[in-house]
């Protein structure tokens, strides 16, 4: 199994609604990533999962709420989001952290989940 | 701080002609990784080709090959005998490995369009 999975497919928000993206991967990686894309433009990271540890969140707005329940497992959480948050969230993982042995570096991306909030 | 950059916002190949892509790269850093990577309108990204900054040799994989030259930090990517499958939004990226924390760092992407 070489796949990243993300729930839902399409999600169509208010700004006042709580909503969660759902990302599963099961290729025993321990890193774990969200990046946001906006049309035509290239992914930005928003936030990394080193062994189910925040490692890195990129100056994202408290809106977001990323949550590691597992070493398979990342969700993102959204609350009070604003219309030009409207994105593909995409989920990424990878073999471990940065500083593991053997890594091959490559990141493995799901289909993404495509948000727009109203 | 690294950046990528491809100086093409878009390209267009014949099929079955062969089409290179630019991407050059800034870093202080010895080892990293680069990569291409492909993402059609179906919009899930797939990794084409994969460089370690510390092998000279070029990779290829099938119809992809790289002309990676580290001195001057560019990372090109070849695509012999183009396909209508071809047809995507291509992104040169770079990662750094080692350390406690790594991010990896897009371009801005090229649009390729294949025409039969």
């Known amino acids: 199994d070489t796949e990243v999975t993300q729930t839902p497919k399409h999600l169509v928000m208010g700004m006042t609604n709580k909503k969660s993206l759902k990302c599963e991967q099961h290729m025993g990686h321990r890193a774990m990533y969200w990046y946001k894309q906006k049309a035509k433009k290239p992914p930005e990271l928003m936030f990394v999962?080193?062994?189910?540890?925040?490692?890195i969140n990129e100056s994202v707005p408290s809106r977001f709420s990323p949550e590691c329940p597992n070493s398979s497992l990342l969700n993102l959480h959204l609350h009070a989001l604003q219309p030009e948050d409207s994105a593909l969230y995409l989920c990424?993982?990878?073999?471990?952290?940065?500083?593991?042995?053997?890594?091959?570096?490559?990141?493995?991306f799901g289909e993404g989940s495509r948000l727009t909030v109203l | 701080a690294q950046t990528v950059t491809q100086s093409q916002p878009e390209m267009s190949v014949q099929e079955a002609e062969t089409v290179t892509l630019s991407c050059t790269y800034d870093?202080?850093?010895?080892?990293?990784?680069l990569f291409w990577y492909k993402q059609p309108p179906s919009r899930q990204m797939i990794l084409v080709i994969r460089?370690?900054?510390?092998?000279?040799q070029n990779a290829t994989e099938n119809r992809f090959s790289v002309n990676f030259q580290k001195a001057a930090k560019s990372f090109s990517l070849k695509i012999s005998d183009s396909q209508l499958g071809d047809a995507a939004m291509y992104f040169c990226a770079y990662l750094v490995y080692g350390g406690s924390q790594g991010n990896l760092i897009f371009g801005k992407g090229t649009k390729l369009s294949v025409k039969p």
């Open positions: 460089q370690e900054a510390y092998k000279q």
């Open positions: 990424a993982s990878s073999q471990g952290s940065y500083v593991a042995g053997g890594n091959t570096g490559e990141l493995f």
């Open positions: 870093t202080s850093e010895s080892d990293y990784y």
């Open positions: 999962y080193s062994y189910e540890k925040l490692s």
